[in-house]
């Protein structure tokens, strides 16, 4: 899952986070004593859930890729988290018109992103981190299989050869009896 347009997007789009949008690395490397500037935003990839192959001769997955949006916020003001509150509420409608409904680049093999849901996910006195759940689909086709390798493989074709036994019920059980009766050549 390629989040590298999403973070640009929120840097772009979101005006209160000054260019402080970041990936997984660094919110995995944030310890409880550092002290970035705030408010924050880390976009982190969280799953990936495949449905069938939809393709009966071919091959077709549609791919849900959930990313989050962790709202890294001040809270200063109380311990009971209203500031927290407030400011989780403002960055979350911003986020909001940054991402909602908007498709991805190449836009035919993506969807467009939707909410997904969210969770208070770290608080203390003086910081609180709010995660916001999303998620667009991709999807999977023959080019991404082991298919297309091995079509890709195969020796142009420039013909075929084919020879017919006729069923005679009678006589086999409506099976063939063996004996050709016919032959067809092709040539492309």
Known sequence: MNLDPIIS?????????????????????????ENPPLPAVYVVPL???????????????????????????PNFADERGQDAARWIELLKHEVFRALLSWTMEPRDEHSEIVFD???????????AAYQLDFA????LDISDSWQ????????????????????DPSMHKNRPDGQLEGRIK???
Do not use: H, K
Not at 11 to 27: K, L
Not at 47 to 73: C, H, K, M, W
Not at 117 to 126: E, V
Not at 148 to 167: K, Q, R
């Open 9 to 33: 997007a929120l840097r772009a789009r979101c005006p209160t986070f000054q260019g402080r949008v970041a990936g997984a690395a660094q919110w995995a490397g944030l310890t409880e004593d």
């Open 47 to 73: 799953r990936e859930d495949a449905g069938p192959n939809e393709s009966e001769v071919s091959y077709f997955q549609t791919v849900t890729n959930t990313f989050g949006v962790i709202l890294l916020v």
């Open 117 to 127: 849901g969210g969770s208070l996910i770290y608080m203390d006195d003086a910081r």
């Open 136 to 139: 667009f689909e991709t999807y």
């Open 148 to 167: 297309e390798v091995e079509l890709n493989g195969l020796p142009p074709f420039e013909g075929a050869d084919i020879n017919v036994d006729c069923v």
């Open 186 to 188: 092709v040539d492309l």
